[in-house]
């Protein structure tokens, strides 16, 4: 039998403590793409629609992509963007009534309107169709994931690496499960368990610590009999939300009780453990200091700004890092992102050779991570900011940093870009000229997703935080709809 699947995805991070909104141009900088533009040149990519894809081939279903509609981490999704997306999804459901959805999503959107923008996603469309039609979901590793989520879709399988490296996988094992209720084989539902906890479960890693063990159980489980799937969410702590934090779900059916019992089993130990933090987060003197002492041995030192983070809502402009290693005069050096459209468009009214002054950084939210930088330096590089990657997350996929400038000071190549995004592969620096393996000190901004492409060719990585608006002083913060009492804003919370 032929089945009808529709696909959409539906992708926001939404960091609440950013001023900036989501509206439908951050859409379009990102990927904005209706119908089946949304699947061109993505077949065979590590991205949900080469999941869905290939599902379609396995199983020959007969697939209608309604939009795929991804923007980069930032503030609120405007009502307008929300409507306007959510409505191409419920028009091609009207259009072509399928028998099952499966939809790649990040569960993490916060909009205008509401704390749980997939949730309110998922109920517009079981008002249209129904509580029968069967709804497949993948979720990023750093979803918040509610009960509405869980009571809404069937079947939830978010992403078990961080890095993130398995989204095509997570999309395939989803729709997989999707078949088989689509023939009526099962029944999924989604189980979910939580704790009153604020921070990632383990800063979310999945390379090192607590997680690797987890997600063994997890798969482990995988095999009792009625269990399709175990998700293992750390959580996105930026979101001001009523529910947010880790959770752990079980898609089974049958009897919920031991599945149930699991789920808070595996949440039992991330409770234990959410003090067991993974990274030593240096300040920006710290690790400036320790770029001045290092010596490369053929390969560079790394250091990641976590707080000024694009991929998790920051603006990407924070200077503190950058001030630290030229006041300690760090040479041989790159550093990147600076997230300044204003800078990077009056470098473009420059020539490549020419020296220009001028403020670069600071200048969104100077509160998190510091003001504008007065800078004079040399212009290595002019380019449109396009680039393809090559490493294990970004591989064959175009990136966009819009009007891009290389400005060299005082020994650091810092590139200065108009869009913001983090640092996911090393094609980021070299598409403009830089090549990070010849640096002795390569400084980006990134929390963990740098480590696929840039771990293996450092000699040492360190983290810092530069008190940018994904500071992991949380005391610094202004929670207001988070549920009190909660770890760690009061530390004596129990459960
Ligand atoms: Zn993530």
């Not at 991070?13 to 951050?26: D, H, L, M, Q």
């Not at 916060?110 to 008002?127: K, N, P, Q, W």
């Not at 009526?184 to 607590?210: C, F, K, S």
Request: proline share 6%; hydrophobic share 40%; charged share 20%.
């Amino acid at each position: 039998m032929t089945f009808n699947v529709l696909t959409a995805e539906f992708l926001h991070e939404t960091n609440t403590f950013s001023v900036r909104k989501t509206g439908i141009p951050a859409f379009e900088a990102g990927r904005f793409c209706v119908g089946n533009d949304g699947l061109i040149g993505l077949e065979g990519t590590n991205t949900g629609v080469a999941g869905c894809l290939e599902c379609a081939q396995a199983y020959g279903w007969h697939m209608t992509h309604a939009v795929s509609a991804i923007a980069g981490p930032s503030g609120l999704v405007t009502r307008e963007a929300f409507d306007t997306v959510t409505d191409l999804i419920l028009g091609a459901a009207r259009d072509n009534p399928p028998d099952g959805i499966l939809l790649p999503l990040h569960g993490a959107m916060v909009t205008e309107d509401s704390h749980d923008g997939e949730g309110e996603l998922l109920r517009r469309i079981r008002a249209l169709l129904g509580p029968d039609v069967p709804i497949a979901i993948t979720l990023d590793l750093h979803a918040n994931v509610t009960a509405q989520m869980c009571e809404l879709s069937n079947i939830i399988v978010s992403y078990k690496t961080y890095p993130h490296i398995d989204m095509r996988e997570a999309a395939r094992q989803a729709g997989d499960i999707l078949q088989r209720a689509m023939t009526g084989e099962i029944t999924p539902i989604t189980l979910r368990a939580h704790r009153p906890m604020l921070v990632e479960a383990n800063g979310g890693r999945t390379d090192i610590g607590p997680m690797i063990e987890r997600f063994e159980r997890a798969r482990a489980y995988e095999q009792e009999p009625h269990v399709y799937a175990v998700s293992i969410n750390a959580g996105f702590e930026s979101s001001d939300i009523s529910e947010l934090g880790p959770t752990v779900l079980v898609t089974c059916d049958g009897d919920p009780t031991a599945h149930q019992a699991f789920a808070e089993h595996m949440m039992d130990d991330i409770w234990a453990k959410r003090d067991e933090v993974l990274n030593t987060f240096y300040s920006v003197d710290d690790v400036a200091a320790m770029a001045t002492e290092f010596t490369a041995n053929g390969a560079p030192l790394i250091i990641a700004d976590y707080a000024d983070n694009p991929g998790g809502g920051a603006y990407g402009d924070a200077p503190a890092l950058l001030k630290a290693m030229l006041d300690r005069g760090v040479k041989d050096a790159c550093f990147g992102p600076m997230v300044d459209p204003e800078a990077a468009a009056k470098l473009h009214e420059h020539a490549e050779g020419e020296t220009v002054t001028l403020d670069i950084g600071g200048k969104t939210d100077p509160r998190f991570g510091g003001s504008p930088l007065s800078v004079t330096g040399v212009i290595k590089c002019l380019s449109d900011g396009e680039c393809v990657g090559d490493g294990p997350m970004k591989g064959g996929q175009t990136m966009h940093f819009g009007p891009t400038a290389v400005l060299h000071v005082d020994g650091i190549d810092v590139l200065v870009t108009t869009e913001a995004s983090q640092m996911y592969d090393q094609q980021q620096f070299r598409a403009f000229g830089i090549d990070p393996s010849a640096k002795s000190v390569v400084a980006l901004k990134s929390m963990q997703h740098f480590r696929a492409a840039f771990e293996p060719m450092a000699e040492k990585v360190v983290v810092c935080d530069s008190g940018a608006l994904c500071t992991t002083n949380y005391a610094a913060m202004p929670y207001e709809n988070v549920p009190r009492p909660i770890h760690p804003l009061d530390p004596d919370v129990t459960f």
